[in-house]
């Protein structure tokens, strides 16, 4: 969670240097950017299940923490309501570029959902970029890596949010054609990148959780 969060910032600032203004976290969660926002000119759309969304705002008013002015909610269940629809009517502009962060979501979706959103963004302005978190199916991973797999599946499970989409970088990469550029980091490049030389020893382990980013 700090890698990928932490990944999806670095890659907003540069956005914002190239001029971006806005930034969409899709399926936001309890994220906190919105209030240590760092860029006054930058307005930050949180887009969220209409459940999860209310939870969060319940507790930041039992926390007292007030709502940023450059806040803007947007509740969407994205297996059944229109993304692009809804962030309109809050006052997206879709005709000017946005960064977008997709992070810690992607494998609760169907095929299906994940596609629309992608679509979606792609028809965004040249400019345009995105983060997001995802993970390689079973097959793909070491034995004990697939017994972790299995403990956390069944725990998801459980809790009625089943995991439902996995892909390998070359999957993954063929549902991002219509995109400029991409990177796809796995373990090996995320350690490098954030965890170097620390005296704590943090560092991420396996190599189920990938992180990818591409630009219009």
Do not use: C
């Amino acid at each position: 969670m700090v890698a990928r969060s932490r990944y999806a910032e670095d890659n907003l600032a540069q956005a914002v240097a190239a001029g971006v203004t806005q930034y969409v976290l899709l399926g936001a969660g309890l994220d906190t950017f919105a209030h240590r926002n760092p860029y006054s000119q930058v307005r930050v759309f949180e887009v969220d299940h209409p459940a999860t969304q209310q939870w969060k705002r319940e507790l930041l008013q039992t926390s007292r923490i007030s709502s940023p002015a450059n806040l803007t909610y947007a509740a969407v269940d994205f297996e059944r309501e229109s993304l692009h629809e809804r962030l309109q009517t809050v006052g997206f502009d879709a005709k000017a570029p946005a960064f977008f962060a997709w992070l810690g979501v992607v494998p609760y979706l169907t095929l299906p959902a994940f596609r629309s959103t992608v679509s979606f963004i792609a028809s965004q302005p040249v400019g345009s970029g995105l983060v997001l978190d995802y993970g390689q199916p079973r097959s793909a991973l070491p034995f004990f890596e697939q017994l972790a797999h299995d403990s956390i599946a069944s725990r998801v499970q459980q809790a009625g949010e089943p995991f439902q989409l996995f892909f390998t970088p070359p999957e993954i990469a063929a549902e991002f054609t219509a995109f400029r550029t991409l990177e796809d980091l796995g373990t090996p490049e995320i350690n490098k990148r954030y965890f170097t030389d620390r005296s704590d020893s943090l560092k991420l382990l396996g190599t189920a959780i990938r992180l990818l980013r591409v630009w219009l």
